[in-house]
């Protein structure tokens, strides 16, 4: 019995040390690893931080919705570097300026400015930017009428996107004036962003297709470009 047991607890004994051999190199790879992504994700960490305070980018202002396609981030602050230096707020309808109400106010005309990035003016100072100054300019010429001159400027958009977004979004608040600013290369439909309504005419009329195509990995990495700083300049780099 004596033996037995012995050469049971030996056959244990040797067992636990050839599993222990295996496994032991095992858990410091494992180690290593988490290591590895402990000190990737900190690292990580401390650039986000210092990029958020440091506003040397922000994250994505874009962003997607049925009824309008691709279009901007609603209640957005950032600050832009490339191509010059601004400071843009987009109010909580989804376009550049601040908060109003959808019904005008009484001795209000309200003026609405489509086009691409010109009319957006990311790049300057909003004292600076032209729909501003022709507020002003209004202003002062008619002081007893108030003037609103609203911002649906969007990157890269031709006249067809313009009538599109016109139509799913501009109209909503009634304006009195609708102008369009265009350049020689935005009067011919070029439908380069997939996520974006496309105008088509049709038996002499103006159709407005919402059937957006499933091409294109914006809507997948939105959620990564509104949140990180570093996944954002990553996605601009693209």
Known sequence: NFIS???????IYVSSKSIALYIFPILK?????LIVLVSFSVTMLIMELFIHFTHISDTARNDFNDEIGHGLRKDHKFV??????GIKQINNYGFYGESITIKKKKNTI?????????IEGVQVFERHYFG????SLLLTRYPNIKFELLNF??????IADMYAYQKN???KFNPDLILYCISNSDLTPKYRDPLRPKTILKNDHLF??????????FRYTLFFTQNSHIMNMLNNES
């Open 153 to 158: 400027g969007l990157s890269g958009v031709d």
């Open 5 to 11: 047991y012995f050469h049971c607890y030996f056959n």
């Open 80 to 85: 832009l570097f490339s191509e010059g230096y």
């Open 132 to 135: 501003s100054i022709a507020s």
């Open 29 to 33: 790879r494992i180690k290593k690893i």
């Open 110 to 118: 309200r003026i609405a400015l489509l086009g691409d990035s010109y």
């Open 208 to 217: 407005i297709d919402k059937e957006y195509e499933k091409s294109g990995t």
């Open 169 to 171: 979004m501009v109209d």
